[in-house]
């Protein structure tokens, strides 16, 4: 019976619109994450052209391309003006970025902050040397005093490209399982009320108990989602791998396999909470309501996932793990950083399968009593009351 | 046979049925009337197991209904009930799956029924994309699909024009000649009496009337006697003993007996009226024994 029902589901959804519409996008969606960075890749240093003028022309000629090497990435092409009117001019033109003299510099709206460090030190740099040429000191002393041996950077934990790939993917991964929970969570709740808007399912349950019904629309729903989601990961995964433009960490394949071990357990929770909605409406209107504080929910656990990414050791990240909505979300991200041990992950998972079987028993009661409750919005509290009453289908 | 005994329910503090009693024979259709809100749909539900009593017990072939009983009924539910957007073979086929039959015998069925009925060309097209009438039909061919032994439908005739209740009444005698318990619920009285073997009236979730459509049109209810006199005055049957008049149609007046009234007194006064062309005595219309018992 379950199997029925979970088989019309597969069917009726695969062939619907709305699948394969989104299917497409979020393929696209996919497909542009692991294929744009090659594309719109590095194209060498930000360069700027600047102009000098004035009486320390020369020397900020000479300085700022030396600074702009100590910059972020920065190259500066330095052009001798006659004065501070042909600099106005060539920058309101766009010729210049910047000209720069007689200790001030003209931009057109703005001096950004990284062509703001290259001509603040060259301004600083020259002026330092006059000063210490007024006071005799030259040579080699001046050039240590103003161009010091930089300092050498002993990161004691340093990030690795390896990990800073792996956190990028598993980001990736949560986004597609929040995508995939709330999207086929809500065709849950959709699908309990159109049967209740087309009354089909006064007929359904003349032929099978509701509990089973329920069961059969969940599971259905879900291996839709189960399988659009290797999908997207699959020709992710192989796109990137074989463009060669986005650094794939070594364990790739386990961290899909988590986020689809996650999403099998989040679905089952989210959906059974997503059923009481559908359960609770009466009209497809009526779901924006009664689903809204689940979608809030969701939400406020993908913010907590993306938080544990930026700081997985943070408190969030710590609470979050042991909360059944935002654990599906925020134990990949975690265990990717290598924040969590065995003993957690295994206290996690535990947590969201007993609070699975609660909201099942919860679905369950409220379905029973919801299904053939045709007309208006139902309470939840009142839902329960009636099936304790025994308004319920039997 | 199907047994129902002694049902009662309440929705909170409304009454829906309160110890309501009938029995459908196996090769028999069972009408089944009543004004809105009296418990015709609520009866129908607690049958398929879509609603459970408080009291009282639904009985199958002389034993307690079970849940494999159910899945076998057709059912035919008051406001109908199809997905709009899959196709109409597809959606027999999953019903009859539902009900227990083996795929390829479901699909068999599926396809037999929709060509009985008149469909079975459209039978790729989504239901949503069929007229109405098209879609009646369907809701139909999901009840008869698994040929189940009985049909319970909710005011089947609802919806329909003329050549579609005569199709529907077809399809309807067809079941009952192979045995069949077909019961069904309409607010179209006429069409009641004309179908059924036996009727059932019911009024707030109480039987008022049940048993062979005959003999409840005998049983209840004053006898109809219509008198047709040429040439008398209007008021000629006014003031006869045990006498109501309860319409008049040109010459024709139609008068209510009380039980123990004596016709041939009609007669007599009729004959001293003028001159009198017609005579008859009938039971009550189920029309008029309905409204006599649900307005009392």
Known sequence: MIRLVAGREVRERIRSKAFRISTGVTLLFILAVAILPGVLSDDGPTKYDVGVFGDRADRLAERLPEVALVGDDVEVRVRRLADAGEGERLVRSGKLDAALGDGRVVVKEELGNRLGFVVDEANRQVAAAAVLAGAGVGGEAAARILAPQPLEVRALDPKSDEEVARQGLVFIGTILLYGQLLGFGYWVASGVVEEKVSRVVEILLAKAPPAQLLAGKVIGIGAVGLIQLLVFLVIGLATAAAFGTVDLPADSLPIAAQVVGWFVLGFAFYSCLFAVGGALASRVEELQSTTTPLTFLAMGSLFAAINSGTDPSGPIARVATFIPFSAPMVLPIRVAAGEVGLVTVVVSVAIVVVSIVAVMALAARVYATGALHLRGQLKLRSALRQEAAGVTVP | ?296
């Open chain 2, 1 to 296: 046979m199907l047994e129902l005994i002694a049902l009662s329910k309440r929705y909170g503090d409304v009454v829906a049925l309160d110890g309501l009693s009938m029995v459908v024979g196996a090769g028999r259709i069972h009408g089944f009337v009543g004004r809105n809100g009296a418990g015709k749909t609520t009866t129908m539900r607690i049958v398929l197991g879509l609603a459970r009593a408080d009291a009282g017990s639904v009985r199958w072939r002389g034993r307690p209904v079970t849940a494999e009983d159910r899945r076998g009924f057709g059912y035919m539910p008051e406001e109908r009930g199809l997905y709009p957007k899959m196709t109409a073979l597809a959606q027999i086929v999953y019903f009859a799956r539902l009900s227990g039959m083996p795929a390829a015998a479901a699909s068999a069925a599926a396809a037999s029924i929709l060509d009985s009925i008149g469909i079975g060309e459209r039978s790729g097209e989504p239901v949503e994309q069929l007229s109405l009438g098209n879609q009646q039909r369907c809701q139909l061919a999901a009840a008869l699909v698994t040929s189940p032994e009985l049909l319970v439908l909710d005011e089947p005739f609802s919806g329909l024009d003329p050549v579609g209740v005569d199709a529907l009444a077809a399809v309807l005698q067809t079941q009952v000649a192979s045995g069949t318990a077909v019961v069904f619920s309409s607010h179209q009285l006429e069409l009641v009496e004309r179908l059924s073997d036996e009727v059932t009236i019911i009024d707030q979730g109480r039987v008022v009337a049940s048993g062979a459509v005959s003999a409840v049109r005998g049983s209840r209810g004053a006898d109809r006697l219509r008198v047709a006199v040429e040439g008398a005055e209007n008021g000629w049957a006014e003031g006869l003993a045990g006498v109501r008049v309860v319409g008049r149609d040109g010459d024709e007046v139609e008068l209510a007996l009380e039980a123990g009234a004596d016709d041939q007194a009609v007669l007599d006064a009729a004959r001293r009226a003028g001159r009198v062309r017609s005579f008859r005595r009938e039971a009550p219309s189920l029309t008029e024994l309905f409204r006599e018992v649900v307005s009392s």
